[in-house]
């Protein structure tokens, strides 16, 4: 299954409204046959109406907001997600990056589905019964520590040196200390996320290797798991996890919009 691409390429950000400054913020894209999106309420202050802007076999999940009023604020953004992961967890839907705003809905149609009309279906039609999962998986530090300095000598050593000196005195000890550290974390990361992808085989159908966030997280991927099997892969995870108690603390999430499996080309 290829990385579905759409383009957002005409959907521009901020685009002055008409009547009453108002403009169509758009969310992402869905099959036109869904009923009412799972969520009434937008971004913005007060929330905008979520509706379906519909045009042949899709649609648009927009909502109204201010044109002169800038986008951006916290609730803004958990808006946007909340609406789309919600939306993922009962059909396919393309989300769209936060920000794309068009004049109308009559815009929406004009400029955003009847030209990408085709490629839109297609690639729901790929993610058709699937949603993003992340596991996220952070060492627990007493135990991460344990580990390197018994698989490092030179560590152990340094450790017993800088152990009850001055910080200054022990500087350049300190410093190497900290490299090995860090070297044997991203060394631990990359193993360990290889056994996570391996070990979850057959319960996904894609994975992405995401950048770490935090200086002690062991596992940070995303899949893409047919929304039928997700007990399966919260049943498999839990085991799993049960391997690594004490060592490693994980979680799973979602469903959630497919972001990491939507190609989508830069907006001009």
């Known amino acids: 299954m290829g990385r579905p691409k759409v383009s957002t390429a005409s959907v521009p950000k901020q685009r002055a409204g008409k009547a009453e400054n108002l403009a169509s913020y758009v969310y992402g894209i869905v099959p036109a046959d869904l009923k009412s999106p799972p969520e009434t309420e937008g971004l913005g202050e007060p929330a905008g109406k979520v509706r379906l802007v519909r045009h042949g076999e899709i649609a648009a999940l927009v909502s109204d907001v201010d044109a002169g009023e800038p986008l951006g604020s916290p609730g803004d953004y958990y808006a946007h997600e909340r609406l789309l992961d919600a939306t993922a967890a009962k059909s396919p839907v393309l989300p769209f990056r936060f920000g794309a705003v068009l004049s109308d809905a009559d815009a929406v149609v004009r400029e955003l589905l009847e030209p990408h009309h085709d490629e839109f279906s297609a690639a729901l039609r790929e993610l058709e019964g699937m949603a993003e999962f992340i596991v996220r998986g952070r060492y627990v530090e007493r135990a991460l520590l344990s580990e ?119 907006e001009v």
Do not use: C, N
């Open 148 to 266: 390197i300095l018994a698989e490092s000598p030179e560590a152990e050593s340094l450790r017993r040196l800088i152990r009850g000196r001055d910080e200054m005195a022990t500087r350049d000890e300190r410093i190497r200390l900290g490299e090995i550290v860090a070297e044997s974390i991203e060394a631990k990361r990359d193993m360990d996320t290889q056994l996570l992808v391996d070990g979850l085989s057959g319960h996904y159908e894609m994975a992405v290797v995401r950048e770490p966030t935090h200086e002690q997280d062991a596992v940070h991927v995303a899949l893409l798991v047919e929304t039928g099997r997700q007990r399966e892969l919260e049943e498999t995870l839990t085991a799993f996890g049960e391997r690594w108690e004490g060592r490693v603390d994980l979680r799973l999430l979602g469903p959630l919009a497919p972001y990491d499996f939507v190609t989508t080309q830069q």
